[in-house]
Structures are given as C-alpha cells and as structure tokens.
C-alpha cells in the first residue's frame, strides 16, 4: 500500500518514483491515495492572473499525434494509466481546462474532466476538488478561429459541466447561425484570424475568479501560450517509443506554429521528474525568468551554449 493510503484504499498503480523534486511552497491537500502514488504537487500563484500549466505527452522524439480522428495522446502514451492519472490528478485541481479545435476534433467524444479521464479514481478526484473549495467540474474551453465545431458532442451535453468556446467574429457568426436548445456559451475576441493566448485567458476570467488554468493542446494552441510568454509550467510524458516522420506520414510535434531558438531561445528550468516502467513525467517550468514574459533572451547559467558566430560547431 503506498505511503500514506488509507486501509481499503488502494492505488489502482504502482508509485510514482520521485527522482528529483524541486518545486517549492505548500502542497495541494491531496487525498491519501493521490499524495502517496504522486508525492507532493505544487502549482505557484500567480500576481493578477492564473498559473497556467500544460499537460501533454511525446515520443523520444518529440512527436505529439500519428493524426487523424480518434488520435489522442493515447497513441503516444501506450495508452499507459499512470499517464491517465497523472491527466487526472492535473484536471482535478483545474479550474478550466482548455483545448484547441483540432484536440476537440481528434477525440470528439471527450469531456475534459478528471473522471472521464480516470474513471476508477472518480471519487477520489471528486474528493480532491471538494477540498480545494472546487465546484465538481473544470470549465470545459475550445478555442476554434472557424468555429467549426459539432454541437451535438457529448460535451455539450454533461449535466453541470459549463463550456466556453473562444471564437473569432467570424467564429461566433458561424456557431450562432446555428440554433441550439441549450448550447456552450460563445465569446468572440477580436477580428482577426486567430486569437492571442491573453485573450483566451481573458474570456475565461469572466467565468470569476481563476487561479489555476491547464491547457491540454494541442501543439498549435500551446505555441501561441508560449510565443505569449504565457506558459508557467509544462507537464511532459515522455513515451518510451519513436514515432519518426516521412512523406507518408508527417506528424505534429510538441509545439507548431511557433519557432525558437537559437537567436531567441526559450530555456526551460527543470523543476521535477518522475517516472513509472519506461515512461517519465517532466516539469519544467516555462516561464522562470526574462525580460518578456516567458522569453529569457539569454543563455541561463548551466544551460548548453546556442550556436554562436564563433562558437565550435556540435558535432
Ligand atoms: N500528445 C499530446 O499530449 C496531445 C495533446 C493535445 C492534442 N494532441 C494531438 O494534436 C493533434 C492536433 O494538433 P493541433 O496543433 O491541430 O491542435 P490544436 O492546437 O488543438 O488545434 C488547432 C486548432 O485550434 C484552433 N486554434 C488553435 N490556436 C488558436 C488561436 N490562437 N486562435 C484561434 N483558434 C486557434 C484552430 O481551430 P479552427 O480549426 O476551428 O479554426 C486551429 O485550427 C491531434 O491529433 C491531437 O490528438 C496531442
């Protein structure tokens, strides 16, 4: 029985292993079960506005999605349960959870809430939220530029789970040209094509107070946050697998439609690493130091040297 479970109750899976540990400040009053398979989690306030952290999974080599419908990290991970309850745990403490369209698409049938994630720890989730003052679920956030979106899916449909969907004009015209009994609520922000990461958290700051936003993906969505300087920390599976790419078969990586590096790097510091089997569970924080937001525009101490005019070139 792990550390601190209480007699009946029994993680469904071995321990995490705690193979470094450097976040700091109280730890979320996590019920027994969840404090001894995961060890101690943190997520650091934020001044005037929320901390948002991303959940997202990749193979050795960095890719996120083989494509197509029905691909979710599942594919990714194995589909492996501790990378669900990890999900899980990370929902549970959520406030919101927001997903781009094209995550939306590729699991239609999915509500972004820790029990649909790891059913058999439900009550334990429901627990957890109850504690932390949480109502039973996290606003559920779709952020889609067309608003393209089918408005018949389960997650428009869950008893007590509110839906934002955080659209362009055009988005909006789009989802409200189409008359539905009893729809998500619709927030157009801005003209343009896409919308801006602050944005996205401004809609969602109307829902009251916000202190913890998780952002799911995909790797479009998390681009904007971290071109934004609006990404705190990156919780990152990484699968024992290669996924590889071809002609035949291109494949998205972590993070698309942004680039950095090595004239504008961003340098993320290490905060903890877990791991279960062959899979490990990353933290980095993303946005620990710099002059513009999560930019830190230079080199940190004992981080690796970018490719200078004079420097040696690596192997
Ligand atoms: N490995 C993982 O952990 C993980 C996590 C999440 C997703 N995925 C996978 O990633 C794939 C999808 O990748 P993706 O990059 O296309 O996902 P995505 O970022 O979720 O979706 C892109 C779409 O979201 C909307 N969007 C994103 N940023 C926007 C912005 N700033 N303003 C307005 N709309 C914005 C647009 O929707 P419209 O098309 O409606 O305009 C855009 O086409 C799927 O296969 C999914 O399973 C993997």
Redo the contacts with the bound molecule.
């Keep these: 029985m792990p550390r601190g479970a209480r007699s009946g109750e029994r993680s469904p899976v071995t321990p995490l292993e705690v193979l470094l540990e450097r976040t700091k400040g109280p730890p979320f009053p996590l019920p027994p079960l969840l404090r001894g398979w995961y060890g101690p989690l943190r997520l650091q306030a934020r001044r005037g506005r929320p901390c948002v952290y991303a959940n997202?999974?990749?193979t050795l080599d960095g890719v996120?999605?083989f494509?197509g419908r029905g691909?979710?990290?599942s594919d990714?991970t194995g589909p492996f349960p501790p990378d669900r309850m990890v999900m899980g745990l990370l929902r549970a403490v959520a406030d919101a959870v927001v997903?781009?369209?094209?995550?939306f698409r590729?699991?239609p049938h999915h509500r972004w809430i820790a029990s649909q994630i790891y059913p058999r720890l439900a009550g334990t989730f429901a627990r957890l939220r109850t504690d932390l003052g949480l109502p039973p679920y996290p606003v559920n956030v779709i952020?889609?530029?067309?608003g393209?979106l089918d408005l018949g899916l389960p997650v428009f449909h869950t008893p007590g789970l509110k839906v934002l969907v955080v659209t362009t004009r055009a988005g909006e015209a789009r989802l409200t040209a189409r008359r539905w009994p009893e729809g998500p609520e619709v927030w157009a922000g801005g003209e343009g094509p896409?919308?801006r990461a602050r944005t996205v958290l401004r809609a969602i700051s109307r829902h009251g107070p916000l202190r913890r936003v998780l952002l799911?993906?995909?790797?479009?969505?998390l681009g904007?946050f971290l071109k934004e300087g609006l990404l705190d920390d990156l919780f990152l599976t990484v699968a024992p697998q290669v996924g590889g790419r071809s002609d035949a078969a291109r494949r998205?990586s972590l993070v698309?439609d942004a680039a950095f590096g090595p004239d504008r790097p961003l340098w993320a510091e290490l905060r903890s690493v877990r791991s279960s089997r062959d899979h490990l569970f990353l933290r980095y924080a993303t946005n620990s130091g710099g002059r513009r937001g999560g930019w830190t525009g230079a080199v940190p101490s004992g981080a690796p040297p970018t490719r200078g005019p004079k420097g040696p070139p690596r192997g």
């Design positions: 997202l999974a990749c996120a999605s494509g691909s979710g990290g990714i997903v781009g369209a094209g995550t590729a699991i952020v889609s530029a067309s393209e896409t919308l799911e993906g995909g790797p479009h969505l904007k998205v698309e």
